[in-house]
């Protein structure tokens, strides 16, 4: 290609520039207050041991085929069978990721005439399922459950003659903040449709034994739960929870299960172990909510930032360059934490997505706390 092909993504790359949105990546330093990895699993030595035994027992790096072909290993099923009753579903399905898992869902299980009705937070990965698919889609006010009855409520009375799909996460990513689950549940069945519900941020943490914000909900045959494996659990993959006949629709039309290559089945080993440890070792928990609620309230004094009651707490800022200065000297100092900008969030909300971990104790939250503090009010000047 000539170099002139090129100037329409240096003219984007250099717009992002001037809008303080252009990315890049970084290589993994200083203390933890980034990652998603809750519970401190990902360099647990227990799912190390967990993988290692499995190399030793036989079990292969590759798949070596799709799921319908060659690549379906017995670990895949294995797993998948423990997820389902661990999490209280008829069913579960793997995926690599829970981008795939969300766009696999939202192209293939809504059909045309039907309506997706998704917060207006949602991740971006459902917003990629529902461009895929066919049904049309409207957002509904953050966790608003009377603006998704009445949604719905319009769709029906133009014409709107589908099923309704409900997309919320139970706990949102970048805010922190909740789900009303029962509510929306309740106005999924009562317009006779589904709720589909991601736990990427609740899965290990929250429920009993860390099984999510909706458990519970489970007997329901309009639910569906997407629980992660890259965040809490420590590992990678994403199990997608729901009723067999969805299960078995799936296996048959979506089409980014049908063509990929299945998932390793040695990851699958370290999945299966994360799932018993969230549940043989609760202490992880309690540490984390002691981690998070030591956080909160050294936000309220300090800076006078409401705490979100979860392991996520944004601290808005606002204008994406001061965002971006903050976390700069923040990173300078030691400290891994982030500017979140929009199209991420939206527009005017940059903020530095604080994330609470086992990686760090209470001397090293507090000494970021005490330099974000200072830092901040030299930034005010």
């Not at 409520?153 to 789900?179: C, F, H, N, Q």
């Not at 000297?329 to 982030?338: A, H, K, T, V």
Request: proline content about 4%.
């Amino acid at each position: 290609m000539s170099l002139s092909g090129l100037v329409r993504y240096e003219d984007t790359l250099a717009a992002l520039g001037r809008k303080s949105r252009l990315r890049a990546l970084s290589q993994q330093q200083g203390i933890d207050f980034t990652s998603n990895d809750y519970l401190g699993l990902s360099g647990s030595p227990r799912l190390a041991a967990a993988i290692l035994a499995a190399i030793e027992e036989g079990i292969p790096a590759g798949a070596g085929g799709s799921r319908l072909l060659r690549g379906n290993h017995w670990m895949h099923e294995a797993l998948e069978a423990e997820a389902a009753a661990f999490f209280g579903a008829e069913k579960a399905l793997y995926f690599s990721s829970g981008f795939a898992a969300n766009v696999a869902l939202f192209s293939c299980l809504p059909q045309r005439g039907d309506l997706v009705v998704h917060d207006e937070l949602i991740h971006a990965s459902v917003h990629a399922g529902v461009s895929a698919g066919k049904a049309d889609a409207v957002a509904a006010r953050h966790n608003d459950i009377e603006d998704f009855d009445a949604a719905i409520r319009r769709w029906r009375t133009t014409g709107g003659k589908g099923r309704p799909w409900i997309a919320v996460e139970s706990l949102y990513s970048m805010d922190g903040d909740r789900a009303p689950l029962a509510g929306l549940l309740e106005i999924a069945e009562h317009h006779g449709g589904f709720l589909a519900v991601d736990e990427a941020h609740a899965t290990g943490i929250f429920g009993p034994d860390g099984r999510g914000l909706a458990s519970g909900l489970e007997s329901s045959g309009s639910l569906l739960t997407l629980h992660t494996c890259g965040k809490a659990l420590g590992v990678s993959g994403a199990l997608l929870g729901l009723p067999a006949v969805l299960a078995s629709y799936m296996v048959n039309r979506a089409r980014n299960f049908i063509y990929s290559t299945a998932p390793s089945p040695l990851v699958v080993a370290g999945v299966r172990e994360a799932l018993q440890m969230v549940g043989d070792e609760p202490e992880r928990r309690l540490r984390l909510g002691a981690l998070r609620d030591f956080t909160g309230e050294l936000l309220r004094s300090r800076l006078g930032i409401t705490p979100s009651g979860s392991q996520i707490q944004p601290v808005i800022i606002g204008d994406n360059a001061r965002a971006l200065r903050i976390a700069g000297r923040l990173q300078s100092e030691g400290f891994d934490i982030r500017a979140i900008r929009p199209p991420t969030v939206p527009r005017g909300t940059a903020r530095l997505r604080m994330s609470i971990t086992l990686n760090v104790d209470e001397a090293q939250i507090a000494l970021m706390i005490e330099r974000l503090t200072a830092i901040m009010e030299e930034e005010k000047a």
